[in-house]
């Protein structure tokens, strides 16, 4: 499961072309681009936060997993390949180079694509989350709510899933672009439509030169079955000195 979460996540907040879910199903006719959706998403795009010439990093890694701490290190390359050394099992080594790798995806530019959006309400221009954007010929159904230049709800479905990610919060960095801090991800089973997971997640940044990088990444996931509650913590961070 966290596998196709930390998947799903990064398409979604990277702004790659992906509940209660808000979006075009078979059948229904498309509607025409509108100039003013497709420039709304693209600025929300080109506000976020990206690590611009990349070094890469190490740290120490703490990974508190319920209650019991493991200890290890990672290595990102200046392309965002995470190696990991943890003292735990396979799952948990697993699950965390996967977290890492993820939180760093997110942060590394991406290729710039014009997106055809549309507005899925005119009239709906107050809602708490932002206007609601649906983007055209896109296979997985993709909407997305924008609220000053933030992209804070990304609606997707796919073959198996069903899913919304919330941001509730972003921070602004020194350089004036949106950093999420705080978000959510719900799962629902696309069939009948109940609750698969609720992911929340929570990131404290830390400034280390020209680079804002990961401090605590804390993931509380709750199921039909019980919760489960995770803690990274990076420490001793050291950044390659440009070449």
């Known amino acids: 499961m966290r596998t196709t979460l930390s998947f799903c996540l990064l398409l979604a907040l990277a702004g790659s072309a992906r509940g209660q879910f808000i979006g075009t199903v078979a059948g229904d006719s498309k509607p025409a681009e509108d100039p003013a959706a497709t420039k709304l998403l693209a600025e929300a795009r080109a506000a976020r936060a990206v690590w611009k010439n990349f070094p890469g990093f190490k740290a120490d890694v703490a990974v508190n997993h319920n209650g019991a701490v493991h200890k290890g290190s990672a290595l990102v390359s200046d392309t965002g390949k995470v190696a990991l050394t943890l003292e735990a099992g396979e799952e948990l080594q697993k699950w965390t180079r996967r977290e890492i790798s993820s939180l760093v995806a997110h942060r590394l530019p991406g290729e710039t694509l014009k997106t055809p959006c549309a507005f899925l309400d ?19 159904h993709s909407s997305y709510r924008i609220r000053d ?17 919330t941001v509730l919060e972003n921070i602004v960095t020194s350089e004036k672009q949106f950093l999420p801090s705080s978000y959510v991800f719900d799962s629902w089973d696309p069939k009948t439509g109940q609750l698969v997971s609720a992911v929340a997640e929570l990131v404290t940044w830390q400034r280390i030169g020209s680079l804002d990088l990961p401090a605590t990444l804390l993931i509380v996931t709750t199921t039909a079955t019980g919760r489960d509650s995770r803690l990274i913590t990076f420490s001793n961070i050291v950044v390659p000195s440009p070449r």
């Open 122 to 140: 005119p009239k709906d221009q107050h809602h708490p989350l932002g206007r609601a954007v649906q983007v055209l010929n896109d296979e997985l």
């Open 149 to 165: 230049r933030q992209i804070i709800e990304v609606n997707r479905t796919t073959k198996d899933s069903r899913f919304t990610i």
